[in-house]
């Protein structure tokens, strides 16, 4: 996946991860990621087709991350997009491989 700046809507830091900042770019598709540090490198915590399946990612997956930034009017069930999760899921951990084979 090639997302270069034309296709970022916005950027903006939502949570620290030990420290660092994490934020959460949307394109201008409408897809979602939560990136920021770990490991000496970039990492993508969470990702989805909404803000809300890529924030559950996130803290499902690292319980140090502190998502500051609240969304309540954006908020939704997980019941709703509980069947995507492990599709979204799957693509966060391909963009932590990639990220990963650009460290070395």
């Known amino acids: 996946m090639d997302i270069t700046m034309k296709h970022v809507a916005?950027?903006?830091q939502v949570g620290l991860f030990k420290g660092k900042p994490v934020f959460e770019v949307a394109t201008t598709g409408g897809f979602?990621?939560?990136v920021g540090h770990?490991?000496?490198g970039q990492h993508t915590f969470g990702t989805g087709s909404h803000r809300a399946i890529a924030r559950h990612i996130a803290r499902k997956r690292e319980p140090d991350l502190v998502i500051t930034e609240l969304s309540k009017a954006d908020a939704i069930d997980p019941?709703?997009?509980q069947?995507?999760?492990p599709e979204y899921e799957a693509l966060t951990d391909r963009f932590n491989e990639f990220e990963a084979r650009r460290r070395r």
């Open 83 to 85: 069947a995507m999760l």
């Open 32 to 34: 979602h990621l939560l």
């Open 79 to 81: 019941r709703t997009y």
């Open 10 to 12: 916005y950027r903006r």
């Open 38 to 40: 770990k490991d000496g």
